[in-house]
C-alpha cells in the first residue's frame, strides 16, 4: 500500500516563507508523479494550486510555487498572507492516485 | 461558468447501496476524464475513482474495488458512483473533479455530496 506523506502542521509568519513537503513511500519522487497541490478552508472544496510539480493555475497567487527538492515533491509559499491559513495537500500518480494526509498551515 | 454539482447523497445502513450523480455544466463533459474524492468526516482526502472520456479505461482505490462501479453518460452530461456492500467507513463527503491529469490536474471541483453508512 502506497503512502504519502506530508508535515502534519506548519507555522509560518505573516510576510514569511514556508515549505511544505511530500514523499512516497516507494522512493524518491521524480516528475513522472506529476504531483499536484491542492488549498482546502474549511467547509469548502479543495482547490487546486500546482499541477505537474509546477506549473499554476491562472487562479494561482504568484506566491505558490511548486518543485521537486531532496527527493520530495514540494509546495513553497513566499510573503505568506494571513488568508493562506489552510489544510494543503499533496497528491501523486501511481497507477490510480494517491493523497498525503494533509499539512495544516497556521499563520501566526 | 465552469460547475459540477453531485447529488444521491444520504444515510444509508451498512450493507447498503448509494448511487452518486454528477452533473456538469459550462464545459464540454465528454472531453474530460472524471474522478470522484472523497473525505471522511475530520480527516483527508482520499481519491476514490476515475474514468476516461469513453469509459475504456476506469480505476479505483483498493477499498472500494469490487463494491463501487464508476461510469458516465456523454449524452447527459453526467457522471455516476454507484456504491454497493456500503460501510460505516465509506461515510464521506464525496467529490466529483474534472481531471485532466498532467495537462492541467484536477482543475474543478463539485461542492460535494454526503454519505452517511450508519444503522
Known amino acids: 500500500q502506497t503512502v504519502v506523506t506530508q508535515e502534519p502542521s506548519l507555522t509560518v509568519s505573516p510576510g514569511g516563507t514556508v515549505t511544505l513537503t511530500c514523499a512516497s513511500s516507494?522512493?524518491?519522487?521524480?516528475?513522472?508523479?506529476?504531483a499536484n497541490w491542492f488549498q482546502q478552508k474549511p467547509g469548502q472544496p479543495p482547490r487546486s494550486l500546482i499541477y505537474s510539480t509546477s506549473n499554476k493555475h491562472s487562479w494561482t497567487p504568484a506566491r505558490f510555487s511548486g518543485s521537486l527538492l531532496g527527493g520530495k515533491a514540494a509546495l513553497t509559499l513566499s510573503g505568506v498572507q494571513p488568508e493562506d491559513e489552510a489544510e494543503y495537500y499533496c497528491l501523486l500518480y501511481y497507477p490510480g492516485r494517491v493523497f498525503g494526509g494533509g499539512t495544516k498551515l497556521t499563520v501566526l | 461558468e465552469v460547475q459540477l454539482v453531485e447529488s444521491g447523497g444520504g444515510l444509508v445502513q451498512p450493507g447498503g447501496s448509494l448511487r452518486l450523480s454528477c452533473a456538469d455544466s459550462g464545459f464540454t463533459f465528454s472531453k474530460y476524464w472524471m474522478s470522484w474524492v472523497r473525505q471522511a468526516p475530520g480527516k483527508g482526502l482520499e481519491w476514490v475513482a476515475i474514468?476516461?472520456?469513453?469509459?475504456?479505461?476506469?480505476y479505483y482505490v483498493d477499498s472500494v474495488k469490487g463494491r463501487f462501479t464508476i461510469s458516465r453518460d456523454n449524452a447527459k452530461n453526467s457522471l455516476y458512483l454507484e456504491m454497493n456492500s456500503l460501510r460505516p467507513e465509506d461515510t464521506a463527503v464525496y467529490y466529483c473533479?474534472?481531471?485532466?491529469?498532467?495537462?492541467?490536474?484536477?482543475?474543478?471541483w463539485g461542492q460535494g455530496t454526503t454519505v452517511t453508512v450508519s444503522s
Open positions: 474514468i476516461k472520456e469513453d469509459e475504456s479505461e476506469k
Open positions: 516507494t522512493g524518491a519522487v521524480t516528475s513522472g508523479y506529476h
Open positions: 473533479v474534472r481531471d485532466q491529469g498532467s495537462n492541467s490536474g484536477m482543475d474543478v
